[in-house]
DNA sequence: GACCAATTGTTTGATGTCAACTTGTTTGGG
DNA sequence: CCCAAACAAGTTGACATCAAACAATTGGTC
């Protein structure tokens, strides 16, 4: 009988922008996850990996800032990290509210393996795009949360 | 001294398509909330509405589907809008496992007012963005998510 | 120098989402 | 016919995230 099935219509969803960013951010941290979840990386957890990497020694809340989650959200997620032996926190000592982050040895090791993965999956997750496509959709995309 | 805070670098994060999006998103959604927060619309709430306003009688699976969300989560969200007197579920005569959906007409008249407001959020939040400009940005975005 | 506002990391509670499992129902091949 | 496989909805547990409240600490102002 073959019923036939059509997909639901979406209807005005289409003209949503946020609806296309949802959908696709879905598709690509799907991807990433299957690249790199095997080594206990996640989005979030790359994006901490990275900045970490780039500025020994900030703080919790400007960690938190630059990879916009909640400064709440970085406790437990460095609690995590600090267990498996890849950031250290090191209190301040010219302020005690602070504490200066650090990647560990392994931290950095890890990161390594970590970019080469991510860097193989940007790859593959754009491969349907020309450079100059790309370089233009990021530019689009910047316009929101620039 | 005007210590010059310099914001912290995020290294090859910016080459990323998925952290673009992740922010792209995260500001898209925020504004949205603010746009429709007011009468109790979310964004995947405002999806489940409109998809279930052009498919009557769907079932929970295949909306679901439709809104890219687990079927697992489809149960809460449908029985918190059941109380607020929005969605119907009519167990189908012809296959008990099925529930049939239909917004009621309180469901259609707050689709109506959320409606409104989403095309105003919308307007405002693609401002930056010619109209050739967001067709483009729906087109390369549909790349990923298909 | 003593209060007061701002800042930092943390705790707690609420929410939204997924994955795995359960239960009831249908369907199709032997 | 019958039983196994497929399927729908629901339940449970885990997890990530945010917002609000909190304690400790600093800095500025009178």
Redesign the interface.
């Known amino acids: 009988m073959a019923p036939q099935r059509k997909?639901?219509?979406?209807?005005?969803?289409t003209?949503?922008?946020?609806?296309?960013?949802?959908?696709?951010?879905?598709?690509?941290?799907k991807h990433?996850e299957s690249a790199l979840g095997e080594i206990g990386v996640s989005?979030a957890i790359y994006?901490v990996l990275?900045?970490l990497?780039?500025?020994p020694g900030?703080t919790q809340s400007?960690?938190a800032i630059?990879v916009?989650l909640d400064r709440s959200s970085m406790v437990p997620m460095l609690d995590k990290l600090g267990k498996r032996g890849l950031v250290e926190r090191q209190a301040s000592t010219t302020d005690r509210r602070h504490n200066h982050l650090f990647l560990t040895k392994e931290g950095e090791a890890l990161l390594a393996d970590a970019?080469a993965r991510?860097s193989a999956h940007?790859k593959q997750?754009?491969s349907?795009?020309s450079a100059e496509?790309?370089k233009?959709?990021?530019a689009?995309?910047?316009?929101?949360?620039g």
């Open positions: 997909p639901p219509s979406l209807g005005c969803l003209d949503h922008v946020g609806f296309h960013l949802r959908l696709a951010q879905l598709a690509v941290f990433f989005p994006s990275e900045v990497h780039d500025n900030i400007k960690l630059a916009r970019r991510a940007e997750v754009c349907c795009l496509e790309k233009n959709l990021l689009l995309l910047d316009r929101f949360g």
